[in-house]
């Protein structure tokens, strides 16, 4: 059994966010319909490519996003296409989608029209800067996404521009965003008996997160900043890779100096007390300390004794960690064209109704004749659809 397993999803979002919200409404049971153009959306073209299958297979972001999905391909920007999408809607439960603001309400497809084919029907839009407001035409990218919310502003070093984050997390945030308000609102649908649109801003998700900073800021009475680099700000060099030490508390910077060797700045007020203030003073003696132990064996010493630090793992070592393999978290799947790979999991286990990973993200139209049959389109109309580029 499936926590979601009665609900059809509708997903005519591309790149990131969208296809992540759907895709962990797929992996908790919903049958998810994933709409493309006849040509595949962005997301098949997002690097990492596969280097000898540089084709609408290739890629590693659109494999990931749209695995528990069925996929089918309609140009829904040409009148047919839109009805066949309207004769979708009617069985559907929920629409994902990342067209611009105004595109559904253009091709006849807003909300208000979606709700009187199918009264109760979840409309979750995800766009850059939301439905309203002066930026709600405007383009993003991560780089814009950091930039915009704050968040580049304490990233980096001070002497240095400000900086990104890596990967695409603020499109992950937003779908984890979009996912949580999709949910919210079909409780409110078993409640109330009502549907509505859910508005998931990229750049809101990424405010959100954002949010001890600002708040920070206005208890300082300043913006704050960008700030050096040392063992207590990031990774530095181990004997086998890098280690990452968070020294926040001052029983953290006791226990720490003690295994590290260096007890003369255990319990030293100037350095236990202020340790923000005079730490970087030692950083050399501590990172040199560092350098000379293994990742794994200091990331468990200091684990006894609940210090925070963190040994960085390679992709490959992530895939041999016992805590992951306990967990069960990277999961083996075969794809037609891509193999077998892993996957990671879902982002939380539920003990009555897990995650599961069924199917691969589809290939190109792959389900095409399989969905449009499901409303009654027979082989024959499929073979002028196809032939006048609809499908």
Same mark, same amino acid.
């Given at each position: ?17 969208? !296809? ?27 690097? !990492? ?72 029907? /979840? ?20 780089? /814009? ?41 079909? /409780?409110? &649908? ?42 207590? &700000? ?34 030293? !007020? ?104 499901? /409303? ?16």
């Amino acid at each position: 059994m499936h926590v979601l397993d009665d609900l059809k999803v509708l997903d005519l979002s591309g790149q990131v966010a969208g !296809p992540y919200c759907a895709k962990l409404l797929g992996d908790f049971g919903a049958d998810v319909i994933k709409i493309e153009p006849p040509q595949g959306e962005v997301g098949r073209r997002l690097p !990492p490519l596969d280097p000898e299958r540089l084709g609408p297979e290739a890629s590693a972001f659109f494999l990931y996003l749209n695995s528990n999905k069925r996929g089918i391909t309609l140009d829904v920007t040409t009148p047919t296409g839109a009805d066949l999408l309207r004769r979708l809607a009617e069985d559907a439960d929920m629409i994902v989608e990342s067209f611009a603001p105004g595109t559904l309400e253009a091709l006849g497809l807003g909300f208000d029209v979606l709700e009187a084919l199918r009264p109760g029907i /979840i409309l979750t839009s995800v766009t850059p800067f939301g439905q309203t407001g002066p930026w709600r035409d405007l383009p993003i990218n991560e780089l /814009i996404a950091y930039a915009c919310s704050g968040w580049a502003s304490t990233t980096g070093r001070p002497e240095r521009e400000p900086l990104k984050g890596s990967g695409y997390n603020a499109s992950f945030q937003a779908g984890v965003a979009a996912f949580d308000a999709t949910l919210g609102a079909l /409780i409110h &649908r078993d409640r109330a008996g009502v549907g509505q649109q859910v508005d998931v801003s990229i750049l809101d998700a990424s405010v959100a997160s954002f949010g001890p900073g600002i708040l920070g800021a206005q208890h300082r009475g300043d913006p704050g900043g960008r700030q050096s680099g040392s063992f207590q &700000r990031g990774p530095v060099a181990a004997a086998d890779g890098h280690f990452s030490l968070t020294l926040s508390r001052a029983h953290f910077w006791r226990d720490a100096m003690n295994e590290l060797g260096l007890p003369q700045f255990a319990e030293d !007020p100037k350095y236990f007390q202020g340790r923000h203030e005079h730490g970087e003073a030692v950083a050399p003696l501590v990172e040199a300390k560092i350098a000379a132990r293994g990742k794994r064996e200091l990331f468990e010493a200091l684990g006894r004794l609940r210090v925070v630090g963190g040994m960085v793992l390679t992709t490959e070592e992530l895939f041999d960690d016992p805590h992951v393999r306990a967990r069960a978290f990277l999961v083996e799947l075969d794809h037609p064209a891509a193999g077998t790979l892993k996957y990671p999991g879902a982002p939380f286990k539920m003990s009555k109704t897990p995650f599961e990973l069924r199917r691969p993200a589809p290939l190109l139209s792959q389900h095409t004749a399989e969905v449009l049959e499901e /409303i009654g389109i027979a082989r024959a109309e499929l073979t002028v659809l196809r032939a006048r580029g609809v499908i």
